[in-house]
């Protein structure tokens, strides 16, 4: 198959394709009826898309608590939105963090559970990209509760927007953001978003105001000299964690459908208000045209399941592996944040950046691709459109020969 595709394209794809090949030959099926074509192992999983997907399930070692019945109604028409999976159970941070010191999320947890939050519960992020907020994204996911974010540079208008339609019960945020090396505080966005009449009526149970980077840059007692003293009901991210004492991750890792939300994402907003997307816990196909069964939300678009397709995203198509370590720029408020943090999966690296991509530094993304050994780096096409106006050759600035993908 590779040396069918490098000779028909004239390149070399060096190991992209390893994991994929591992995949075809683990089927059951003939391999070699697809070693001459990929087109006909692409026309073959469309055409027999529940063994391709349930193929796919065993072949990435996906945790279920629960089995399944069946993997779907291959009867029913796409449009019908059949179910995938029915009857299967399993926990999306379970299995991201195979292995992992999970005593931050531990901790999260706990708190979560003395707050009285739910698997029917929404817990929403206007946060930085930052290792707090992957905290709580999976603690939010461990306990099966929903997660939603947005990124710090929307205005207060376009979060209360999005955050008014999913009713949270907590919401996760930062007294001040760096951005272009300059401290940005968000004092005044909150007041605004917080006292925001039609987001109180959703009764938010708590603000978390989470420690910002600042002690990372050295500077401890900022994070206390910037306060939000309008907004009583603000707790912050530390003492929200050490309460009480905490219990075992394992404890409180809900094993919820495949059906299940596990996030909650927004259309652009460009035609109107954001329309929000329900991501589901595993693979499965809705049409949320009606209020949800689990939440007040009027729903009304197309949504398809987070897990199984990430991952097959991640190890069949770019071949990731646990040697390998991503830096993608992104803001926690565009789905590519969502997927980089499915990559654990792998037992991969994250490399986490939230600053500026090109003031005051433009060369900045290579420079911590290089210090922190990324061997895959990703980011929108508007930030590769600027590199190539730079004409500048950064392998030789800089040691990026780790580098073995671009997304």
């Not at 930062?174 to 090396?181: I, N, Q």
């Not at 890792?253 to 299940?260: A, C, E, R």
């Not at 408020?333 to 991969?348: A, K």
């Amino acid at each position: 198959l590779r040396r069918f595709i490098e000779d028909k394209f004239g390149v070399k794809i060096g190991r992209f394709l390893f994991q994929s090949f591992h995949f075809f030959a683990a089927l059951c099926i003939d391999v070699q009826r697809f070693s001459d074509s990929y087109l006909s192992f692409h026309r073959w999983s469309c055409e027999n898309y529940a063994k391709f997907w349930e193929a796919l399930l065993f072949f990435t070692g996906i945790k279920l608590g629960s089995s399944y019945d069946t993997v779907v109604d291959t009867s029913m028409r796409i449009t019908d939105f059949p179910r995938w999976f029915s009857g299967a159970t399993l926990n999306y941070a379970e299995n991201c963090l195979r292995g992992k010191d999970e005593d931050c999320l531990s901790i999260c947890s706990t708190s979560f559970s003395n707050s009285g939050i739910t698997p029917a519960d929404v817990i929403c992020g206007f946060l930085p990209n930052s290792y707090q907020t992957s905290v709580a994204m999976f603690a939010t996911a461990a306990i099966g509760a929903t997660w939603c974010s947005v990124s710090v540079d929307f205005g207060p208008c376009g979060v209360v927007d999005r955050f008014k339609q999913v009713n949270p019960k907590v919401l996760f945020t930062v007294e001040a953001v760096t951005y272009k090396g300059k401290t940005h505080d968000l004092t005044e966005k909150l007041n605004l978003i917080v006292p925001d009449k039609e987001l109180e009526n959703n009764e938010i149970a708590g603000i978390v105001m989470m420690t910002t980077k600042y002690k990372c840059l050295g500077i401890p007692s900022l994070a206390k000299v910037v306060q939000i003293n309008n907004l009583n009901s603000t707790i912050d991210f530390n003492k929200y964690q050490h309460g009480e004492k905490y219990e075992s991750f394992d404890y409180f890792l809900n094993s919820v459908p495949f059906s299940h939300p596990l996030f909650v994402m927004f259309s652009s907003g460009t035609t109107g208000i954001p329309k929000a997307m329900i991501h589901t816990t595993g693979v499965q196909l809705f049409k949320f045209i009606m209020w949800s069964i689990f939440f007040s939300w009027k729903i009304n678009v197309i949504i398809k399941g987070t897990l199984l397709k990430h991952v097959e995203e991640h190890l069949i198509q770019a071949n990731s592996q646990s040697c390998d370590r991503i830096l993608f720029y992104t803001t926690c408020g565009w789905m590519m944040w969502n997927w980089v943090m499915s990559f654990l999966f792998c037992g991969g690296s994250i490399v986490l950046f939230d600053e500026s991509p090109l003031e005051p530094d433009p060369h900045i993304i290579l420079k911590v691709a290089s210090v922190s050994n990324a061997t895959i780096i990703g980011m929108g096409a508007k930030m590769y459109d600027e590199y190539s106006k730079m004409n500048v050759d950064f392998r030789k600035l800089y040691k990026v020969y780790k580098l073995q993908k671009h997304l």
